[in-house]
């Protein structure tokens, strides 16, 4: 069976742009194919699970054909006996307040997503379903922005919680690559693995850079002792956009700050906390007190 | 280890500078409408883990230099994510996370905005990079501390 849409009606439907349903039919996210008369045509089926995926009921019904009897859908029930002693949280305030009353899915941007939300997590979670939290993609889909939180009226520990769920993912199967950026940042000492000595170089090429534009006189202090402010650096500025580091010097030269950037350990991201891995976390904070102690900086200025 | 250092935010470090006078700002430069995104990590849950909510630092640096201002709604701890935050920018979930940003895209765009700051890196690229283009809003976005920087009377010096 075809459905046939516009792209106007789909982006009315999704709450998108029209160039984003455009952008997704372009690269495959949405299966359809220009049909007739600006429309466009895709399998009934493929309309049915981009639903599914975004939590919407389709608008077009599926006509004739056989439908799945009733009883045969759903999960197995739930055991209650089984999950005691299985519990991946500390205490009661991350599932077992919660009221269940859904304010949380209401505030969240991604409710339905893979027919999940932030009060079915939390309902996984007090009923113990450890490995269908840790495999589901959704814990990553979410940004952990608290919105959830912040509408709970029991104010149950939902980020916490989230963040729990993804330190349990087995570190090779964690998506994209934050957890890659840890072990970057542990063993060469950013999260892109950017050598020391293309970075030093950057540094002074962009501060001579900076003193013709503008700041005539500038030379970016690497490695200063007794300098006031430590600044650490987001890696993916001297790795894609390395001008984008001159506006914060533009800053330092109109000030007369003293402040140091270090030639080693200068990371300021840190995706430990994202990853959900405390020890790398540590690790890594630990490293920029190390060297605020070698360089004896009074403050540290954090990339964002 | 936290009584001997001082940890600057962005926030902490900019508003220092202004409200010692250390930074000369040009007010003329930005003149078109700006409104102002809160990160979730600098708002909410900066409020929620350290008992301080990052939300009127960013606003008092933005508006001294776009005095051209206007909210979005809602906005402080009520705001929404840019779609992006805790690592999403970098999964491979592109479709979900621009869908995500549907509502911070509405967002900006009912404020008429033609300027939008924002003091995380993060937030900065989701809105500049993506939800710009997908909702064609047609925005400038900026840093909070490119907005200063680029609004710098600069001092002379020899």
Request: aromatic content about 10%; proline content about 6%.
């Amino acid at each position: 069976m075809i459905y046939e849409f516009r792209v106007i009606d789909l982006a009315e439907e999704f709450g998108v742009h029209r160039n984003t349903i455009r952008n997704w039919i372009k690269s495959g996210a949405i299966p359809a194919k220009e049909g007739p008369g600006r429309r466009y045509i895709m399998d009934w089926s493929d309309y049915q699970r981009l639903c599914e995926k975004f939590g919407k009921t389709p608008r077009m019904p599926r006509t004739g054909g056989m439908q799945k009897p009733a009883q045969e859908q759903g999960p197995p029930p739930i055991k209650l006996k089984a999950v005691e002693g299985n519990k991946f949280y500390p205490d009661a305030t991350w599932a077992d307040i919660c009221l269940t009353c859904g304010t949380c899915a209401s505030a969240c941007p991604i409710a339905g997503v893979d027919g999940l939300d932030p009060r079915k997590i939390v309902r996984m979670a007090a009923l113990g379903l450890t490995d269908e939290l840790v495999n589901t993609d959704w814990i990553w889909k979410c940004t952990m922005c608290a919105k959830c939180e912040e509408a709970c009226p029991m104010d149950v520990k939902i980020v916490q919680l989230i963040r729990k769920i993804r330190s349990m993912r087995p570190r090779d199967q964690v998506p994209g690559p934050i957890h890659k950026g840890v072990v970057n940042c542990l063993e060469r000492g950013n999260n892109l693995g950017i050598p020391k000595d293309d970075f030093l170089f950057l540094l002074e090429d962009l501060g001579n850079e900076l003193a013709e534009e503008c700041c005539p006189g500038f030379s970016t202090p690497v490695d200063v002792r007794g300098a006031r402010i430590l600044v650490t650096v987001n890696s993916k500025e001297p790795f894609a956009e390395p001008d984008d580091m001159k506006w914060w010097w533009k800053i330092f030269y109109a000030t007369g700050e003293s402040w140091t950037i270090s030639s080693e350990n200068w990371e300021g991201v840190n995706w430990g906390l994202f990853s959900g891995d405390d020890e790398a976390l540590k690790t890594i904070v630990g490293r920029i007190v190390d060297n605020m102690k070698r360089l004896n900086c009074e403050g540290l200025l954090l990339p964002e | 280890m936290l009584e001997r250092y001082k940890i600057y935010s962005v926030f902490d470090l900019l508003l220092e500078y202004y409200n010692e006078g250390r930074i000369n700002i040009n007010r003329e430069i930005h003149k078109q409408r700006t409104t102002y995104h809160d990160p979730c990590n600098y708002g909410r849950k900066s409020l929620k883990t350290f008992g301080h909510g990052y939300f009127e630092e960013g606003r008092i640096i933005t508006k001294a230099c776009a005095p051209n201002f206007v909210d979005m709604e809602p906005n402080r701890e009520g705001n929404y994510c840019c779609g992006a935050g805790g690592g999403a920018w970098a999964m491979p979930f592109k479709t979900e996370r621009v869908f995500y940003g549907r509502i911070k895209a509405r967002q900006i765009q009912e404020t008429g905005a033609e300027l939008v700051i924002a003091p995380c890196h993060n937030c900065r690229d989701q809105i500049k990079k993506s939800l710009n283009q997908e909702y064609q809003l047609g925005i400038e976005v900026k840093y909070l501390w490119e907005l200063v920087a680029d609004s710098l009377v600069l001092p002379v010096k020899n």
